[in-house]
C-alpha cells in the first residue's frame, strides 16, 4: 500500500473511531439502552447497550472501513499508471462521514435534543448520492474492468452502463432531497 493511501487509510479509521471521545464525556448521562434504529416518524423500534452503541458501532464501522480500502487498493494496484478515480477519494469517505453523523445522531435522541433522524438520513445520502453520480460517468474504461463484474465487453457499453448509473444515483439523491419536505 503507498504511503498516501496508508495515511487516509489510518486518518479514516481514527475519524470513524473519534465520536467514542464524545460517548466517553457524555457517558454517565446516556440511558442504558440507546436507540439504535428508527421508524420513518422518529420513533426508536430498536435499542442497544450503551456500551455496544458508544463503542462497538464505531468499532465494527472503523473495522469496514479499513478492510474496504485496504481492498480497493489491493484492486487499484492493479491499474497501470493511472491516478485514482475521484469517485474513489469521494468514497473513501463515505463511512467515516456516516459514522460521525449516525452517531451524534444517535447520542442527540436519549438527552432530549429535536432531532429529526430522517430528514437528517435523506440529507446525508442525498448529498452523498448526487455527489457519487457525477463522478460514476467519469471514471475510465480501464477502472471499470477492475471494480465492475461482470464487466461490459466495449467501452462504449460501459460508457452507457456508468452513464445510466450516474443518472440513476443524482435522481436517488434528488428524490432522498425532496423526501425532506414531506418527512
Known amino acids: 500500500m503507498e504511503k498516501k493511501n496508508r495515511k487516509t487509510l489510518i486518518l ?15 457517558y454517565n448521562k446516556l440511558p442504558e439502552q440507546m436507540p439504535i434504529h428508527f421508524t ?6 430498536n435499542y442497544a447497550h450503551k456500551n455496544f452503541a458508544l463503542f462497538g458501532i464505531p468499532l ?3 473495522i469496514v472501513q479499513a478492510i474496504c480500502l485496504i481492498s480497493v487498493n489491493m484492486k487499484l494496484n492493479k491499474l497501470k499508471n ?3 478515480p475521484k469517485i474513489l477519494k469521494i468514497m473513501e469517505w463515505f463511512i467515516p462521514v456516516v459514522t460521525v453523523s449516525i452517531y451524534v445522531i444517535m447520542i442527540e435522541v436519549p438527552l432530549g435534543s429535536t432531532v429529526y433522524v430522517g430528514k437528517s438520513v435523506c440529507l446525508i445520502l442525498g448529498i452523498l448520492f ?5 463522478y460514476i460517468p467519469k471514471m475510465s474504461y480501464e477502472m471499470g474492468r477492475t471494480t ?9 457499453s460501459f460508457r452507457k452502463m456508468s452513464k445510466i448509473m450516474g443518472y440513476s444515483f443524482i435522481i436517488m439523491g434528488i428524490v432522498l432531497l425532496t423526501m425532506i419536505i414531506w418527512i
Do not use: Q, W, Y
Open 12 to 26: 479514516s479509521v481514527i475519524i470513524c473511531l473519534l465520536p467514542m471521545l464524545l460517548g466517553v464525556i457524555l
Open 60 to 62: 465494527i464501522m472503523a
Open 130 to 134: 448526487m455527489i457519487i453520480g457525477n
Open 148 to 156: 465492475f463484474h461482470p464487466m461490459p465487453k466495449s467501452e462504449k
Open 82 to 84: 493511472e491516478e485514482k
Open 40 to 45: 420513518i416518524n422518529d420513533v426508536p423500534n
